[in-house]
């Protein structure tokens, strides 16, 4: 499969069942897709940026950021969680989920967003851009993390970042900020 004709696109409303698909073949489990159900309708998540991938007019592969805070920052800076990214089975370690970090990040940053979180695997997320130990840099995650996971907690600026940028524990959508989904 070559990348180039993979098309990421906005997900819809009319989507919604695609996404869903992807979620549970990408997981093997209702967990994920009942976050991103659960998100998708969580009005403290928008304005949200939700992409799918598809190949041959398949969804592939799927990919959500949702609104955060900065506790202790007013205003807060605009930052983002990215949760989840989703690929199915048959096309993963193909570079779709690289491809849809970057076109997600590249609309946030036209959206002014200036900082995007993640928890996830420490050797997959560097490779797009994430840094290790967020916690450590000043922004803990909104529930504790294992400090053998702490390099799991990562965070990535959009945007040149300053000496004085805020600081601070994030706050995720209501329908992120359950303790189960804060462990890696």
Not at 4 to 12: G, I, L, M, P
Not at 31 to 55: I, T, W
Not at 133 to 159: N, R, T, V
Not at 162 to 175: L, M
Request: overall charge negative; glycine content about 8%; proline content about 7%.
């Amino acid at each position: 499969m070559n990348l180039n004709d993979v098309h990421v696109r906005k997900a819809t409303s009319d989507d919604f069942s695609d996404v869903m698909n992807v979620e549970r073949l990408a997981f093997g489990e209702e967990d994920e897709a009942r976050l991103v159900k659960d998100l998708l309708a969580d009005a403290s998540a928008e304005p949200f940026v939700s992409l799918l991938a598809c190949y041959q007019g398949e969804a592939i592969g799927h990919i959500l950021f949702t609104k955060a805070l900065l506790e202790g920052s007013n205003p807060s800076p605009s930052v983002y969680i990215l949760a989840p990214l989703a690929i199915k089975p048959a096309y993963q370690k193909q570079g779709i989920g690289g491809l849809l970090i970057r076109e997600g990040c590249r609309i946030l940053k036209e959206m002014g967003v200036e900082l995007v979180f993640v928890l996830g695997h420490k050797e997959y997320y560097p490779r797009h851009g994430f840094i290790g130990k967020a916690e450590e840099a000043g922004y803990p995650p909104p529930y504790p993390i294992e400090s053998i996971y702490a390099d799991c907690w990562m965070y990535q600026f959009l945007i040149p970042k300053t000496k004085d940028f805020p600081k601070g524990k994030v706050k995720c959508a209501e329908a992120l900020d359950k303790p189960e989904y804060w462990r890696e």
